[in-house]
């Protein structure tokens, strides 16, 4: 119901809440007076001792107590918006800090649909937490208390029952919530899985269609979908439930005091003014808090958002280290071991020695680790045992954009941007149009962007009007740009045509007259010209060196080798 670290982590909101209290606790108060003067015109009218000067005086307080009123109402309306757009910038900023200081592999720790399902949907109810919930929370206790206090001139006892009644609309949602944060957690965790697996299958389309699997899928969804929708009518009903248990409280109390104070009245304890004011405001102790009920339930959704929210701003970022890289420095693993999870080692005791402007190559069967060195290497993650230099210094202690601009990580799968062919390759704009058509040329497609638009040739979502060669020609040459020192292509030449293929591997051969190039790839005909080739086996380095060595020890890179000889030959044939 108050959630003290979300008032703690938006410090900036509080005055804005407190300002809205005030205003509320101002409409209050000219609400009380306006009642005062309808009873002191009612009683003046049924005593007959109402004349034209009175009856113009009264409406004058009332108009100006209408105005008052309404001009605390707007403002408080306004803290309201400003309250809101502040706690949903900085919380949509923090998210978007984080997700930047969590690197290019956020994905290990939240998934993509539930990180924009968050930022969305999460921010915009916990929206309403802020900018409505909370400051009606603190109005909710100041009200009664106040109205208590005036009532009780009147009557004590009738403003100590409604006094007392109003504490059972809080009673009666907090015997609610009990239920509901179990709910709408289930309601959060559906919603997501919902929305990740409608993301998932709509990227996979075509792959659906192809295996003809699509129509298995959509039942998937529709059971997904249908269970979404089952826990969203139980939160509704839940709402609409807990709705009519506060109604119910509010009108019962109400009535109860109206009972007490025309009892007293009939008694004669109470004067007939006496008795229509409370009769009048007792209504009013309740409503703020019934008020309060009905932000309740998209507070809740709110707090149910935060708690995920939180959980991805509290995971722990690896600090950024302090040191620079040189131009030329040698990459070293020292018995370095690493596993993804506690179930499988994924490396085991890897070590390997890179000199600067070598160019080498890893291979091994799938899911031997190479692509694992890699991303250790980029310091996707951290080697759980053992050590992996860049120079004198560890990978975990230079700077990540140091280190960017010395390594770049060319994979297979390239990310092509919406945009022009320009914008793809010179995204900060730091580049001449001569300089990007040079690197267009160097992987040779300079002559196919001619025959369209040039550099504002429009590439769609993906480059989805490329081919995969092209596509990753163009990945190519966005990273020839960078001009860096090491250069490392995981699969770079997989899944491609033989043009585009050959085309790749004729810049890599310009590349490592100057450059270090790490090549991992499954084809060994690639790599027989590396200066030195470690084999990789079930994450462990079976073999190293030159192509002819180790064709010499006729071990497991012999084997390989020859196999593959055997199958182009026999698809050549
Ligand atoms: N993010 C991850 N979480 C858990 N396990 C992973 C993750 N990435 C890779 N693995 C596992 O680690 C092992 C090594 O994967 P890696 O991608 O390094 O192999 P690889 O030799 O590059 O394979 P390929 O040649 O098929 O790309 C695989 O068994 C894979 O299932």
Redesign the pocket.
Known sequence: MFDKRLLKEMPNAKSYIWKQVFCQWIALLMNIVLTLLICVLFIQLFDQQLFIEKVVLILLVMIVSLMIRAYVLKKATYYSFKGASLVKKTLRQRLFEKVLSLGSHYQ?HVRTSELVQLSVEGINQLETYFSLYLPQLFYSVLAPVTLFVLTAFLDWKSALVLFVCVPLIPVSIIFVQKFAKKLLSKYWNSYTTLGDSFLENLQALTTLKIYQSDAYKQQQMNQEAENFRRITMRVLIMQLNSISIMDIVAYGGAGLGCFFAITHFQNQTLSLFGALFIVLMSFEFFIPLRQLGSFFHIAMNGIAASDKIFKILDLPVSSDGQYDLDTSFDIRLEHVSFQ??DKRP?LKDVSLHIQPHQFIGIV?E???????IAKLMMGYHRCLEGHLYMGEHQRSDIRDESFMEHVMYVTHDPMILKGTVRENLNMFSQYRDEQLWDVLKQVRLDGFFHEQMGLDTPLLENGSNLSGGQKQRLNLARALLKNVDVYIFD?ATSNIDVESENHILNVIETLIQTKTVIF?T?RLQSVVHCDEIYV?QQGALVEQGTHQKLMHQEGIYHHMYQSQQELEVYSHE
């Open positions: 290990d993804y999870d994924i091994g799938s899911g031997s680790g190479k692509s694992t699969e991992i499954h990789m």
